[in-house]
Each structure stands twice: as structure tokens, then as C-alpha cells.
């Protein structure tokens, strides 16, 4: 008889998790000019964790998220991921589109019907506040509200891993605050393995179940921080400010 071969542990967690070794990734310009954008990066999120990653400008945070994506890939070392939906940095809602149509995007590239695919997005917007939108356009949108499409159409691909590229950068203090607070509900209902990206440290805290801190250019990890905190999370929690310090003194930041 037959058997059907056994499969390695790893490869069950990384039926939904993502592994990182020795990632290096270099940009060659046409006259010979290179920005080393990453080097000798390392890392592994398991099935269900929130990781944020939090680095200074330009140190190749979207690069890794591209690379976890399957939409670049590395000069040297190994990236496995399950299936990743990435929520791109800026919201690129189409502006001809409704809201429902935009959120449904994902759906309707992976063949499914645009009736059927309305059906499926419509009870989300009731969820994410949303409810009476559905036919507006992106310009009439808030700010907060294209987010929280652009996030549906990220959830609504489908897949078992999330990668949110500063999904909240543009958002004023206290819309950012709300925002932060419903992903962390969002997520807790809807549990995925999300890399978060932010360069805010606070906010990475809040909601990741551990930090990953890069340095400058050619971007590194030099901290692995676990977030062993229970959730709702409060700013104002000794642990959170204390988490929140030993970030920022990765990052060089001097309190
Ligand atoms: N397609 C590309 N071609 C050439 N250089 C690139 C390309 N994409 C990124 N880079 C360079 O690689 C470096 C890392 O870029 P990346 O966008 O990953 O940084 P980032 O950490 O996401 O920055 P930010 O916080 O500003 O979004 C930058 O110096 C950038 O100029
Ligand atoms: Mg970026």
C-alpha cells in the first residue's frame, strides 16, 4: 500500500505562518548605482501571530512585506509564507468605483460573480461601520473610512496572512486611535497571521503580539520584542510605556 508522505512539522505551521532566513535584497540602478535595501534578515511569525515592525524611513519595510507578498524576490536567503494579501501603503482605491466595488476587487479577480461578490462584502460594512456607503465613492470617503475598505478588500482576498503596510500613517491622532483600537477587535474575531508595518512605536505596542525593531538602511532586525500584554491594551499602562521605551532605544531614539 501507498502512504501518503508524512509532512514535517514546519511545513503544517507554515500552512498559515511565515519564515524569513538570511533575506538580503539589493536595488541595481541602470548606471550601475545599488541601494541595499535589506541584509541577512531573519525571522518567523507563527500561524496566528500579529507581528508589527517598526523601522525608520527607508529601511526596506515595504520591501519585506513585497518579498512575504511573492511581489519581489530576494538576492539571497529563503522567504516562506502562506498566501499573503497585502494592504498597500497608500489606499489605492480606484475613484470610478463605489465602495462595495472597491472592496470587492480581490473577489472579483479571483473569478467570482459581481453579484455573488456583493453578496459577500455587504454584511462587512454594516461591521465596520460602513452600513449606508456602499454605493459611495473613495472622494467621499473619509480618511478612516478608505482605510477600513481598503482593509475589507485585504480580508476579503482571502488568505491566511495579512501584510498591512502603515495602514494608519495618514490618519489624524485621534482617528488613528479609533482605528488602532477596531483592527485590534477586528483581529481578535478575525484571526489571521498579520505582519504590521508602522513607524509608530506606540501603535506597534498596541497591537502586536511582538515588536520587530530595524535599523536604518540596510535594514536589519536588532529587536525582537515579545508583547506578552492581554487585550484591550491602554496607552497609559506601565507596560506599554515600558515596552514602548525599550523600542524606541532600539531605534536610537533617546527618551
Ligand atoms: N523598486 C525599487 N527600485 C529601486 N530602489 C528601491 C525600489 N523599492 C525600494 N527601493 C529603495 O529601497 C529602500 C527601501 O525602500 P522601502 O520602500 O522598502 O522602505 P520603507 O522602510 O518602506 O520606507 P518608508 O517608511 O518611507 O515607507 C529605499 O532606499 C528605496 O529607495
Ligand atoms: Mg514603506
Redesign the pocket.
Known sequence: MIQAPTREPSEQTMEAGIALAGVSRT?R?RGGSA?E?LRDVSFEVAAGQIVSIV??????????LELICGLQRPDAGNVRSAPAALMP?RDLLLPWLSALDNATLALRVRGVARNDARQQARPWFARFGLEGFELTRPAQLSGGMRQRVSFLRSLLAGKPVLAL??PFAALDAITRAEMQAWLAQTLASEPRTVVL?T?DVEEAVMIGDRVLVMSA?P?QIVADLEVPLARPRHRTDPAVVELRGQALRALGVRS
Do not use: I, M, Y
Open positions: 536595488f540602478g541601494v535595501a523601522g525608520p524611513s527607508g529601511c526596506g519595510k515595504t520591501t519585506l501603503q503596510d502603515e508595518v513607524h538602511r535594514g
